[in-house]
């Protein structure tokens, strides 16, 4: 069911200095900042051959990622996101497996304007797994 790996997240303190080790150290081809509100973050993407990382600072007071950095001060991997063609089948293939969707189950717009769900890490093995419909 599910495709490619769109994007690893990785919560960091420090955006700026973030995005510079993955140019400058790295060499990889970083974007610039977004700001999306309704997530509560700031994003940073940046475009390998085979997948994309996603950089994330929390925008706002009560941002997602705040507690994850609180308990992560040097920051850390969030979340994984895997392609699926279907959100809703996806969706309700899950559910019938016994897993956890969070918020409403029904699919936002993430970063990328496209409809993504985000699954529960208890019942991923200690990963919180984001879906995004391609
Ligand atoms: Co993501």
Do not use: W
């Not at 700001?35 to 993407?45: I, K, Q, S, Y």
């Amino acid at each position: 069911m599910i495709g490619r790996l769109n994007h690893v997240a990785i919560a960091v303190p420090d955006l700026d200095a973030a995005a510079a080790l993955y140019r400058d150290a790295l060499g990889a081809e970083v974007g610039a900042p977004q700001d999306e509100p309704d997530h509560g973050v700031t994003v940073v993407f940046i475009n390998l051959p085979n997948t994309k990382i996603e950089l994330l600072h929390p925008l706002g007071a009560d941002s997602p990622i705040a507690g994850f950095l609180e308990k992560n001060p040097s920051g850390g991997i969030h979340h994984v996101c895997y392609e699926v063609e279907d959100i809703i089948a996806a969706r309700d293939n899950l559910a019938r497996s016994g897993a956890r969707v969070l918020g409403s189950g029904e699919p936002k717009i993430g970063a990328h304007g496209k409809p993504v769900l985000f699954l529960h890490p208890k019942d991923f093995n200690g990963t919180l797994v984001e879906l995004e419909q391609v």
